[in-house]
């Protein structure tokens, strides 16, 4: 019933309390000591990295900002960092950001239910957990239910994997435990034998999905798909509003939250390329809502105000540079995306405007 970790070195926490972890230097996936839960209720968080995510992302800030052909990109990534995270906690929180409200109302109404298709002694894994809110409503409807489960928090900070796991409540079957890495390094630690047979639930809540391309996003789902069994599942939540005025000003809020959000994506850049490569005063945040014929999806893009020069390369002024999309899925472009990712939609509930669906979905 216990996952299996490195043995973890002690840090401390927000609260003053222990916590595990790695240490920094260390690369390797953990495989083989057992997680506890320590006794006053905060979870153990299991390093899963395989690499080093800042190297990667050095690199890919490199090659997507200087491209052999087609426009400039930079890394979603960038955006997640413990900065960004605490940021887009505050963004959820917004009036205009309506995704979080709406999937809030799904979870509310149908966490029961949702409970009760999970099997006791699952392991319930969140991709991407962000702030851990929303997935309460469903471990408060799994400890109702006394099902011994696992819940396993992954994300890419650990400072944020530490704080949010310590704000929630002490539950007595639901078990908890964080999962420092990337989507990539979770899909690998799936695959390790002592995991690999148990019984699954994925989730991937608050749309992330949408950050994907269309395409991309059938591969990350088959991904996952892939490392499970029959009887396992994966709960995705996904927004589907197609108002462009809303969309639009959920991602360009009046007190200029989510543009904050989004230049702080050049701050982590400069920080892990180890100069102030993006000067921030030469930068703005352009965002815009786009609806042809791949269907509709808000864009954020990064746009210098004059001519200036960023890893040898010379910009011109309002240059657009995306570094982030949401793409909004109807719900015959959902089901074209279970069936591209090998999934079977077996239930969704939906909020009463039908903008948010939570999908169940299964092999
Ligand atoms: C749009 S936010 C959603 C957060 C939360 N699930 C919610 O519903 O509010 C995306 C989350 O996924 C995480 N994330 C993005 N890309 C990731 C990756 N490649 N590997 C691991 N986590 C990632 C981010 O750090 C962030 O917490």
């Known amino acids: 019933m216990s996952p299996s970790a490195e043995p973890l070195a002690p840090v401390t926490g927000v609260n003053g309390t222990s916590f595990p972890h790695k240490t920094a230097s260390a690369k390797k996936v953990a495989t083989s000591t057992t997680a506890e839960v320590k006794s006053d209720g905060i979870s153990n968080i299991i390093d899963i990295r395989q690499a080093s995510v800042e190297m990667n992302l050095r690199d890919e800030i490199v090659s997507q900002f200087c491209p052999k052909k087609g426009p400039r990109t930079l890394p979603t990534l960038l955006l997640y960092d413990e900065a960004g995270l605490q940021l887009f906690e ?19 109404a149908a966490a029961t239910e949702i409970a009760d298709r999970i099997p006791q002694d699952s392991m319930v894994i969140e991709l991407g957990s962000g702030n851990l809110r929303k997935v309460n409503l469903l471990l408060q409807a799994l400890e109702q239910s006394g099902k011994r489960v696992e819940y396993y928090a992954l994300d890419l900070s650990l400072q944020e994997l530490q704080r949010t796991l310590s704000q929630l409540p002490r539950y007595e079957h639901v078990h908890c435990f964080g999962l420092l890495g990337t989507y990539d390094d979770g899909r690998e630690w799936l695959k390790t034998p002592a ?31 892939d490392v499970l069994h029959p009887g396992d599942s994966i709960l995705v939540g996904l927004d589907s509003c197609v108002d462009a005025d809303k969309v639009y000003h959920a991602y360009n809020d009046k007190e200029g939250l989510t543009h904050r959000f989004v230049l702080n994506g050049l701050v982590n ?37 004059r001519e200036i020069e960023v890893l040898g390369q010379n910009i011109q002024p309002h240059e657009r540079v995306q570094i982030e999309q949401s793409v909004k899925y109807s719900p015959a472009e ?18 009463d405007s039908k903008e948010h669906g939570t999908y169940w979905l299964t092999k």
């Open 195 to 225: 995991i690999l047979h148990r019984q699954k639930c994925i989730l991937t809540l608050g749309s992330s999905i949408g950050n994907f391309h269309r395409d991309n996003a059938a591969d990350f789902l088959r991904g996952f798909a």
């Open 334 to 351: 959902a089901d074209y995306l279970w069936r591209s990712a090998g999934m079977t939609e077996s239930y969704k509930w939906q909020n």
């Open 90 to 108: 505050e963004i959820t929180y917004l009036e205009e950001y309506y995704l979080t409200n709406n999937e809030i109302d799904v979870l509310t």
């Open 269 to 305: 850049a400069n920080r892990i390329l180890g100069k102030e490569t993006f000067n921030l005063a030469d930068w703005r945040v352009i965002g815009e809502y786009v609806h042809d014929i791949d269907g509709g999806r808000h864009q954020a893009f990064y746009a210098p105000t």
